[in-house]
């Protein structure tokens, strides 16, 4: 097997089953393992291959001849995903990136590190797209819009021309942002919600139109507001 194709897989809960079935059958990578960390790890094997301590994993899997995904979805905001993606390269591993070959992606669009993007995911021209970012199936990245890293969003989500999206940020089903609006760091847009105007950082928008919470995005996620 090609050491450039071999890609372990931090996680095995539902997202890392689903990332297991799509880079196996939908892309050049070959999946050889799992990566838990030690105080979640239950289990040694997940689909006939090993799953290992996260902490230890390069003794098992080394880092110059595997690739690495991290497959956990919006815990804690984000920031579950965004700790162990950095723990990870750290480790000297390689991030790789899944899009999927139903997605369309615009020729001069671009989609970061550690990225998983879904079936009927459209991104147009001049989009971005940061570092571990989740894009489910369905959604519409509008032109010239950019998408912090570390940022999730679920399905149906329209985010329209020449909007920015913050860092951390999380958007429920069918949410929407209106053209050139600007979502600052960990917001989270509740399903259904359509955001007119520009957010303020940690809020929690929910409505159409979205209007903040009183309740901040960190205490809904109990964090700290480490940014």
């Known amino acids: 097997m090609d050491a450039s194709r071999r890609i372990v897989i931090v996680g095995d809960g539902e997202f890392a089953e689903i990332a297991y079935e799509y880079f196996n059958h ?6 050889v393992g799992f990566a838990v960390e030690s105080s979640y790890l239950k289990r040694s094997e997940l689909f006939g291959l090993p799953v290992v301590a996260f902490e230890t994993m390069e003794s098992r899997f080394p880092a110059a001849e595997h690739g690495v995904f991290v497959a956990i979805t919006f815990t804690q905001l ?18 790789v990136t899944y899009v999927s070959s139903k997605a369309f992606i615009w020729r001069n669009a671009e989609v970061g590190e550690n990225c998983f993007v879904f079936e009927s995911n459209v991104v147009q021209y001049s ?10 199936s369905g959604n519409h990245i509008g032109h010239r819009a950019v998408i912090g890293n570390d940022t999730f969003l679920s399905s149906q989500v329209v985010v329209s021309g020449f909007c920015r999206i913050g860092e951390g940020c999380f958007f429920g089903v069918n949410s929407c942002v209106a ?12 399903a259904g919600a359509v955001v007119l105007k520009n957010t303020e950082r940690g809020k929690i928008y929910r409505g159409n139109p979205a209007v903040a919470s009183s309740v901040a995005s960190y205490t809904f996620f109990g964090i700290a507001n480490d940014r």
Request: charged share 35%; net charge positive.
């Open 127 to 136: 989009a971005r797209i940061g570092n571990n970012v989740i894009l489910w």
């Open 78 to 95: 984000n920031r579950v995903r965004r700790r162990l993606l950095r723990a990870a390269k750290d480790k000297g591993y390689r991030p």
């Open 179 to 190: 053209d050139k609006v600007e979502i600052a760091d960990d917001c989270l847009i509740g």
């Open 26 to 31: 939908d892309s050049p990578y070959d999946v």
